[in-house]
């Protein structure tokens, strides 16, 4: 696999109608998965032996609000392989970006901390900012805002004027 488009076969083949969507843009490569589908999507590109994204790099979330789905999760996964050459083993890289739309209500996805444990803390922070609750996660509470905070900072329909209960009065 040399390229964004090798890759993003290999993947439409293994995943199959579980791929809605795909694209490479610069080099990078993108496929959109179902929410109900997107925990064994992952799971099977972690154990694929070709493929092996070993590395959860980072979850994150974005707003489209007015869009229905509201939310996108975005996984970004690598897999990072030594590969022994004549004289050398020289290390594989690959990059693949996996997208999920999830609504507005219920807002809330399947944990992928038995896949990846470094999920962990980055469902936390997206649950934290965001408000995406992860169903099945070990521990699910905030992880950057006090317990008392109202709301979710990094939703676009937060009100940005809102004072906290810890904070006060302004002067």
């Not at 488009?5 to 791929?19: A, I, P, Q």
């Not at 790099?57 to 970004?76: K, S």
Request: charged share 30%; hydrophobic share 40%; aromatic share 8%.
């Amino acid at each position: 696999m040399s390229s964004a488009d090798d890759l993003l076969e290999h993947v439409k083949r293994l995943l199959g109608s579980d791929v809605l969507d795909s694209h490479s843009q610069c080099g990078d490569a993108t496929v959109i998965v179902p929410l109900g589908a997107a925990r064994e999507c992952l799971r099977r590109l972690k154990l694929d032996a070709e493929l092996a994204f070993n590395v959860l790099i980072d979850l994150t979330a974005v707003d489209h609000l007015g869009r229905e789905p509201r939310f996108d999760l975005v996984y970004h996964l690598a897999s990072i392989d030594a590969v022994p050459r004549e004289d050398r083993t020289a290390a594989v890289h690959r990059r693949l970006r996996v997208k999920t739309a999830v609504p507005e209500s219920p807002c809330a996805a399947d944990s992928v901390c038995e896949v990846w444990s470094a999920a962990n803390w980055f469902e936390r922070e997206v649950f934290d900012l965001y408000g995406i609750e992860f169903r099945g996660h070990p521990d699910l509470r905030r992880i950057l805002l006090y317990d008392e905070f109202k709301g979710h900072p990094l939703r676009k329909d937060y009100p940005k004027e809102r004072r906290q209960p810890l904070l006060g009065p302004r002067n």
